[in-house]
């Protein structure tokens, strides 16, 4: 009889007091064992340190580390110092899986004995009544000739940069010394990803949702203002554009679908600028959208804004250096998007009447 490989789970704690039990559970329930699970109780302020010793005092496969506050990377790199299982899980402490994700993406591991990577999709809950599911535009088992032709649609669709929906194979980030990066504040999870694709041949992509992701209003662009947000994107494209290139990918299907997340970066980049947060004066931030519209005329294609009336309003403005034009529509966007919550929820209210 072939014993089952342990799988490490690395759970990031920080003030998560409120949410850590569930998640914990979520885990002690799946229907794959044997697991480990690894809390890093990362300078906690809150009862989190309390309540991660009190779960490893009750379950056996619980093992806890407190350590100061050094951030989600490092508390990341700990865990997978400290893991003892063939393959390890991300899972972050707000944050639940499907009972059936273990062993769903074991069996999608040992399908091959070639491969190095599973990746599945994820459901983005809001609330007990709004939920999103994230689905990969391709599944099965990939070759790399294959999976690298969809490296921007996965990207696009937000199923690559997470650690979160991903199996991987602990003697691959060890032997290749993979780790997280702290010198970003977004993105450091992407890196590590195409990071460890570098040294994958196969991959195996399920379409399941099986991660279950609570967002949290503070992490959505619209709710609050980001100081670097189109720095941090360019970063980003720039490195998912070099990977490419590397592996001889950077086909016209990747280029075009780069080119539309880069024209969306530009609009959420002057959305953002115009956040109600943002208490820069007017005349710094004509500045700081005169820097996005350079940006995005050295940069973007004018055909990659399209699809949406917004694209193409942003795109007519931008032809027509109607500086002023753009700046009055996003001035008064953050408005119209606070009239349209507002009404969506008169319009929920109404129907459950």
């Known amino acids: 009889m072939i014993t089952p490989k342990l799988v490490s789970f ?10 850590l039990f569930p998640c914990v559970q979520s885990i002690l329930g799946q229907m794959y064992h044997p697991i480990e699970i690894i809390l890093i109780n990362d300078g906690s302020t809150d009862h989190s340190k309390d309540l991660c010793n009190k779960l490893a005092e009750v379950y056996a496969s619980i093992h806890v580390i407190h350590q100061e506050n050094t951030g989600v990377s490092q508390a990341r790199n700990r865990g997978i110092r400290e893991a003892n299982g063939e393959y390890i899980q991300f899972i972050d402490a707000d944050d639940y899986i499907d009972s059936m994700m273990t062993k769903k993406l074991v069996q999608a591991m040992k399908s091959n004995k070639k491969c190095e990577l599973v990746i599945c ?29 969809h490296i921007g649609e996965l990207y696009k669709q937000i199923i690559l940069p997470s650690p979160c929906n991903k199996l ?59 100081k670097d947000y189109l720095q941090e994107q360019q970063r980003l494209l720039e490195e ?21 997340i880069y024209a969306n970066s530009i609009i959420n980049a002057l959305t953002n600028l ?26 973007v294609d004018m055909k990659y804004f399209r699809g949406t009336s917004q694209k193409r309003l942003v795109s007519m403005l931008i032809r027509l250096r109607a500086t002023y034009g753009l700046y009055a529509f996003f001035r008064v966007k953050p408005f119209l998007q606070h009239q349209q919550r507002v009404l969506s929820t008169i319009v929920k209210k109404v129907k459950h009447e």
């Open 274 to 299: 115009f956040h109600p947060d943002n208490s820069m004066p007017r005349n710094r931030k004509k500045e700081q959208m005169d820097d996005i519209l350079l940006t995005a005329k050295r940069n």
């Open 121 to 149: 999709g994820y459901e983005a809950i809001t609330t007990k009544t709004s939920r999103k599911k994230y689905t990969p535009c391709i599944e099965g088992m990939l070759k790399n000739n294959r999976y690298l032709t």
């Open 10 to 19: 690395i759970i990031p704690v920080y003030n998560a007091e409120h949410s």
């Open 168 to 226: 991987y194979r602990t003697d691959i980030i060890r032997e290749h010394q993979l780790s997280f990066t702290d010198k970003l504040s977004n993105g450091e999870d992407l890196l590590f990803n195409l990071d460890y694709l570098r040294h994958c041949k196969h991959i195996h992509i399920i379409g399941d949702t099986l991660y279950k992701y609570l967002m949290k209003d503070s992490y959505s662009l619209s709710r609050r203002y980001r």
């Open 240 to 260: 998912v554009t070099r990977f490419l290139r590397e592996k001889r990918a950077l086909t016209t299907k990747n280029q075009q679908v780069i080119g539309e």
